[in-house]
Antibody, heavy 120, light 110 residues
Framework: QVQLVQSGAEVQKPGSSVKVSCRASGGTFSSSSFIWVRQAPGQGLEYMGR????????NNAQKFQGRVTITADKSTSTAYMELSSLRSEDSAVYYC?????????????WGQGTKVTVSS | QSVLTQPPSVSEVPRQRVIIACSGSSSNIGKNAVNWYQQLPGKPPKLLVYYDDLLASGVSDRFSGSKSGTSASLAISGLQSEDEADYYC???????????FGGGTKLTVL
């Protein structure tokens, strides 16, 4: 069973960038599909993008085009999400997650979440 | 503004049944599978139902999903206090090329 362990909480200033990591263990990292979802305080879930490590190419949600970079390191089974030009509205819990196999796009494994606070 | 539409809240008394609706369009629910998640406070979401009506591993059979056209629903029978949580529907959207979520429904067990 795959487990996803994310990096710790971050406090960043407006205009800066944050990079969150997500290490996978117990499964086939390269052939899986990993996504990033964020949740602002008291709000719902928001999809940011996904990557399939074996393909190496990420697809990002339109809203985050130009600001988010999703990468994966097959050698360490770690996925990364970097968000730039941070603003206060980016304060949220950021989750990495794994899509299940097949075509349901169901998210069967979630990381524990990383809280990012953007504050001057 | 979420792509999928859910009621913000529902409530019911213990041992009764509640239904949470989720409305979408032809580019998401109308063409792709619907999945449902339960989120307890301070926790990541947990997959409950996938492919419209299949129960995820370890999920109680008190939960069930269904879909018709561009709408879906999650039913919870025999309500228990532990079912109090936020519930989200989700699907793939072919136009947006993204996973889209409902805004979430807060279930209160009275």
């Amino acid at each position: 069973q795959v487990q996803l362990v994310q990096s710790g909480a971050e406090v960043q200033k407006p205009g800066s960038s944050v990079k969150v990591s997500c290490r996978a263990s117990g499964g086939t990292f390269s052939s899986s599909s990993f996504i990033w979802v964020r949740q602002a305080p008291g709000q719902g879930l928001e999809y940011m993008g996904r990557i399939i490590p074996i393909l190496g190419r990420a697809n990002n949600a339109q809203k985050f085009q130009g600001r988010v970079t999703i990468t994966a390191d097959k050698s360490t089974s770690t996925a990364y999400m970097e968000l730039s030009s941070l603003r206060s509205e980016d304060s949220a819990v950021y989750y990495c997650a794994k899509l299940s196999s097949g075509y349901s796009y169901a998210i069967d494994i979630w990381g524990q979440g990383t809280k990012v606070t953007v504050s001057s | 503004q979420s792509v999928l539409t859910q009621p913000p809240s529902v409530s019911e008394v213990p041992r009764q049944r509640v239904i949470i609706a989720c409305s979408g369009s032809s580019s998401n629910i109308g063409k792709n599978a619907v999945n449902w998640y339960q989120q307890l406070p301070g926790k990541p979401p947990k997959l409950l139902v996938y492919y419209d009506d299949l129960l995820a591993s370890g999920v109680s059979d008190r939960f069930s999903g269904s879909k018709s056209g561009t709408s879906a629903s999650l039913a919870i029978s025999g309500l228990q206090s532990e079912d109090e949580a936020d519930y989200y529907c989700a699907s793939w959207d072919d136009s947006l090329n993204a996973v889209v979520f409902g805004g979430g429904t807060k279930l209160t067990v009275l």
